[in-house]
């Protein structure tokens, strides 16, 4: 069973470009998680979606940032006209349906870096 | 808003030696999970050891226990004999049970050094 998958794992975007990450989780999974680490920092929780629905979006900044989970294919987390303080690790994370299941499995993270 | 406070921004040990990481937490809720995470130079995210709140037994896995102490809201993890692949980032976390709330607050991260 194969792991969380993101890609890209480096990303180089000039000021004001745009930046699209991809996130596929496990299988099986229908529950995603977006997190942001700057760098010397911990893991900011950004958005929490299940499929078509965002369910909590309390950590996304309100302009730029967006994030969707289609009923196919991966979640995007899409960042609009990117500045330097944009330069972060981005990390998803998936976890089953059931309700009981407590574990939120980690993709290797995108490095994105704005020049 | 929960948050979690980590107050080692970095620890050193012998190889071999015991170390304990410190953690505390605040939330106004009765049940939750904590997590201790494990970041190596690679930045995968990997779970060391969690804690069900309802559980007054202490965690453990293998070299890495911890001691939950709920009234204090504490959550400390210790790595007995120590090992040079133990060198990593360690995030304490918190998990709420409340559908839709199930994100993961993280602490600030203690960076472990092991010494051989």
């Known amino acids: 069973n194969a792991g969380v998958m993101q890609n890209p794992r480096h990303l180089v975007r000039r000021r004001g470009q745009e930046a699209r990450l991809r996130c596929s989780p496990m299988?099986?999974?229908?529950?995603v998680y977006w997190y942001r680490q700057l760098p010397e920092e911990g893991l900011k929780f950004m958005v929490y979606?299940?499929?078509?629905?965002?369910?909590?979006e309390s950590g996304m900044p309100k302009e730029r940032f967006s994030a969707e989970f289609p009923k196919e294919g991966p979640s995007i987390l899409r960042i609009q006209q990117v500045v330097r303080g944009d330069s972060a690790a981005y990390f998803c994370?998936?976890?089953?349906?059931?309700?009981?299941?407590?574990?939120?499995?980690f993709g290797p993270g995108t490095r994105l870096t704005v020049t | 808003a929960q948050t979690v406070t980590q107050s080692q921004p970095e620890m050193s040990v012998q190889e071999a030696e015991t170390v304990t990481l410190s953690c505390t937490y605040d939330?106004?809720?009765?049940?939750?999970?904590l997590f201790w995470y494990k970041q190596p130079p690679s930045r995968q995210m990997i779970l060391v050891i969690r804690?069900?709140?309802?559980?007054?037994q202490n965690a453990t896995e293998n070299r890495f226990s911890v001691n939950f102490q709920k009234a204090a809201k504490s959550f400390s993890l210790k790595i007995s004999d120590s090992q040079l692949g133990d060198a990593a980032m360690y995030f304490c976390?918190?998990?709420?049970?409340?559908?839709?709330?199930?994100?993961?607050?993280f602490g600030q991260g203690t960076r472990l050094t092991i010494n051989p």
């Open positions: 994370a998936s976890s089953p349906t059931r309700m009981s299941s407590y574990e939120q499995y």
């Open positions: 299988k099986g999974h229908s529950h």
């Open positions: 979606l299940q499929k078509e629905n965002i369910i909590d």
């Open positions: 939330t106004s809720e009765s049940d939750y999970y």
């Open positions: 804690q069900e709140a309802y559980k007054q």
């Open positions: 976390a918190y998990r709420s049970l409340i559908q839709g709330a199930q994100k993961l607050v």
